[in-house]
């Protein structure tokens, strides 16, 4: 056999460099069109994967700063803020072209072999959730109680009978149970008009806060839905506020997609 007969070699297949990693931002079941906007570091683009039928969206971004510092980084609230946003952002650009199962922040893989084969192992559970979340979007609601108003000052109060009744009145407004039973009233029509929801049972910070939810909304009923929370939001006024936020990627709804994203849960993916 002569040199010109010698079998031709194919050539090796595109890995990260031993200190870049693919960083996943979401899995799509279409689109290959270019993002718009810059990875998660702020710099790497974002380029699509086909990954067992899917389009799997990632960048190449460093293995230190994303994988073997990562814990280090995270205690850095300036760091995590910015890389957050940009990771939102990136989700939210690729929603846009279509629907996306998110990814968790700080989900990392080696190589494209090794993205390939988690894609691959979970197909069927990729499968149902695009299932779940066809033709929805993500809807937060929370409810703030108002600050109580003021007692009635002296002189505008005709009376000790009178002001004693405005009192009573404004306390029992205020009852526990009433409130309570009025806040799952509420949550039971907005899961009507909902494909699925998630309650959130964190403790929170935020002043007045009193209940808060993550609702599958189909696009269908998105108006039948605001009309319930416009509704409780009249019969409140003087007592609550009624906070929604969205439209969102379905990031409360798709388990397991990038559920070991803490590095000591990344066995998988390097």
């Given at each position: 056999m002569?040199?010109?007969?010698?079998?031709?070699?194919?050539?090796?297949?595109?890995?990260?460099?031993?200190?870049?990693?693919?960083?996943?931002?979401?899995?799509?079941?279409?689109?290959?069109?270019?993002?718009?906007?810059?990875?998660?570091?702020?710099?790497s683009p974002i380029e699509p994967r086909e990954c067992s039928g899917f389009i799997c969206w990632v960048s190449r971004v460093s293995r230190r700063?994303?994988?073997?510092?990562?814990?280090?980084?995270?205690?850095?609230?300036?760091?995590?803020?910015?890389?957050?946003?940009?990771?939102?952002?990136?989700?939210?650009?690729?929603?846009s072209k279509?629907?996306?199962?998110?990814?968790?922040?700080?989900t990392v893989f080696l190589s494209d072999d090794?993205?390939?084969?988690?894609?691959?192992?979970?197909?069927s559970m990729l499968e149902a959730a695009f299932e779940r979340i066809s033709g929805c979007d993500e809807w937060g609601v929370k409810i703030y109680a108002l600050p109580p108003t003021a007692?009635?000052?002296?002189?505008?109060?005709r009376s000790g009978r009178e002001y004693l009744q405005q009192k009573a009145a404004s306390l029992e407004s205020r009852g526990p149970h009433k409130a309570d039973g009025e806040i799952e009233q509420f949550a039971r029509e907005l899961v009507r008009r909902s494909r699925d929801t998630a309650r959130s049972t964190a403790q929170?910070?935020?002043?007045?806060?009193?209940?808060?939810?993550?609702?599958l909304v189909p696009r269908k009923e998105r108006d039948n839905f605001f009309r319930v929370t416009t509704r409780y939001a009249e019969h409140w006024r003087d007592r609550r506020r009624i906070e929604c936020t969205g439209p969102w990627p379905p990031y409360s709804f798709v388990a397991g997609l990038g559920s070991a994203a803490s590095p000591a849960g990344?066995?998988?993916?390097l």
């Open positions: 002569g040199k010109s007969d010698k079998p031709t070699r194919k050539p090796p297949r595109s890995e990260p460099a031993p200190d870049r990693v693919l960083y996943l931002y979401g899995i799509t079941r279409s689109g290959k069109s270019d993002v718009g906007t810059s990875g998660v570091d702020g710099a700063d994303f994988a073997d510092e990562l814990n280090h980084h995270m205690q850095n609230l300036d760091w995590l803020a910015g890389a957050g946003v940009r990771h939102q952002q990136a989700v939210a650009e690729i929603a279509a629907e996306v199962l998110p990814a968790r922040f700080a090794s993205l390939r084969r988690h894609v691959r192992s979970e197909k007692a009635p000052a002296a002189e505008s109060v929170s910070s935020q002043p007045g806060l009193e209940w808060q939810a993550s609702f990344r066995k998988d993916r």
